[in-house]
């Protein structure tokens, strides 16, 4: 990708409540969306991703839309817990490489 | 189970040093990253490999250089260390789109 726009920097829930984290791409070849998470002290990690033939895709507690024509897709995370307060990057690649653009980072707290 | 290390966790340098980083992975992937991170700044691209002695810039590459002669290492090199390259260090390894990373290097230059 190109330029990928994350918003807001910093989100604060009351545990239970639902998280969305939400990020913008520029380029129109995009058609691989990851989300990472990085606790502290240690490396992003894959947490969810989805790819440009789909909308929605979730797991358990999180999952992902992807929105084409408006070049965004968001992280939602229902019923959250203490332990989801992190950084949260989303990313975006479109070559046949695996390189991949990042967005800068969200960190979620989440108020027990 | 997927494992990146990192050669430092943590590493103090002085000012015209020269830095090596290393980075292992086990998994036989091909492609590897080096990232930087800093605050409000998120993942910058240094360098990337696709495959041995293979590299390829980033977006921000001026002030380092890599290594890779193995495909399962992938070293990252300062040659001569200012502050303004104090930072953390990230590297990452894929076979596809999915990018596992090490646990970082937190990196001062004096």
């Known amino acids: 990708g190109e330029n990928v726009e994350q918003h807001p920097s910093t989100l604060s829930v009351q545990e239970g409540d639902s998280a969305v984290i939400k990020c913008t791409y520029s380029?129109?070849?995009?058609?691989?969306f990851p989300w990472y998470k990085q606790e502290l002290g240690k490396g992003p990690q894959l947490i969810i991703d989805?790819?440009?033939?789909?909308g929605e895709k979730k797991d358990q507690r999180i999952a992902v839309t992807l929105n084409k024509t408006a070049k965004h897709f968001s992280l939602h995370i229902t019923e959250t817990q203490p332990e989801d307060s992190a950084v949260y990057f989303c990313?975006?690649?479109?070559?046949?490489?695996?390189?991949?653009?990042f967005g800068k980072g969200i960190t979620l707290s989440v108020r027990p | 189970d997927v494992k990146v290390t990192q050669s430092s966790r943590y590493l103090v340098k002085r000012t015209g040093e020269k830095v090596f980083l290393e980075c292992v992975q086990d998994?036989?992937?091909?492609?590897m990253f080096w990232y930087r991170q800093d605050p409000g700044l998120g993942l910058r691209l240094i360098y990337f490999?696709?495959?041995?002695?293979?590299?390829e810039k980033g977006d921000i590459p001026e002030g380092y250089s890599v290594s890779r002669e193995k495909k399962e290492r992938f070293s990252l090199i300062l040659e001569s260390a200012s502050t303004n390259q104090t930072s953390m260090y990230l590297c990452?390894?894929?076979?596809?789109?999915?990018?596992?990373f090490g646990p970082g290097t937190r990196l001062t230059v004096l």
């Open positions: 989805i790819r440009s033939n789909v």
């Open positions: 380029d129109s070849a995009s058609n691989y």
């Open positions: 490999s696709y495959d041995v002695k293979m590299k």
């Open positions: 990452a390894s894929s076979f596809g789109t999915t990018q596992y």
């Open positions: 998994m036989d992937h091909e492609n």
């Open positions: 990313a975006d690649s479109g070559g046949a490489n695996s390189k991949l653009t």
